[in-house]
């Protein structure tokens, strides 16, 4: 049985000022185009799906390797020309890391999460096999910032005081 490290999620959008005939246009060149780069860079399992003004990509990859997705950018970011962006997140199955990449303008940039374990058992997996052992490569483009959520004091919870039960008289 075939075991796929890593799996793609791609969202097309295409612009807004296409009209229907060029958008389906654009849409029958996109599809071949990104079916290409795709097997070339070794997905399998392609799955596309219309929606409107944009377009769903799913597929696999047999290894979650950072050179590869930048490779699958850099054949994408062509067919990102203003008429269509591209948002493109590349998922570890292990959960280690997240690799999201956007594609304009042909251009495209990428920024990188790591998950943070569970519990013990998660850390302990992960020190046998750590996502820092997994082929990363240098961001070709400035990388996002992702935002963290500021912290917060959770309000405090509602006084628990009981009222001391009657005593029976005897």
């Given at each position: ?119 013990p ?11 820092s ?31 001391p039960?009657?005593?029976?008289k005897?």
């Amino acid at each position: 049985m075939a075991h796929y490290a890593a799996e793609l999620f791609v969202q097309c959008v295409y612009s807004l000022d296409l009209t229907y005939h060029e958008l389906l246009a654009t849409e029958g060149e996109l599809k071949p185009a990104l079916t290409a780069a795709l097997e070339q860079n070794g997905a399998q399992f392609i799955h596309f799906e219309e929606m409107g003004d944009t377009m769903r990509v799913q597929c696999v990859f047999p290894a979650h390797d950072e050179y590869l997705f930048h490779a699958v950018c850099d054949a994408f970011a062509p067919f990102m020309d203003g008429r269509v962006e591209a948002r493109l997140l590349f998922v570890d199955k292990n959960l280690d890391l997240l690799h999201y990449y956007t594609i304009s303008e042909k251009k495209w940039q990428e920024a990188v999460l790591a998950l943070p374990a569970a519990g013990p058992l998660t850390r302990a997996l992960r020190e046998q096999d750590p996502p820092s052992k997994k082929p990363h490569a240098p961001p070709k483009t400035q990388d996002y910032q992702l935002p963290l959520p500021k912290k917060q004091d959770p309000p405090p919870l509602p006084s628990k005081k009981q009222k001391p039960a009657a005593q029976k008289k005897a």
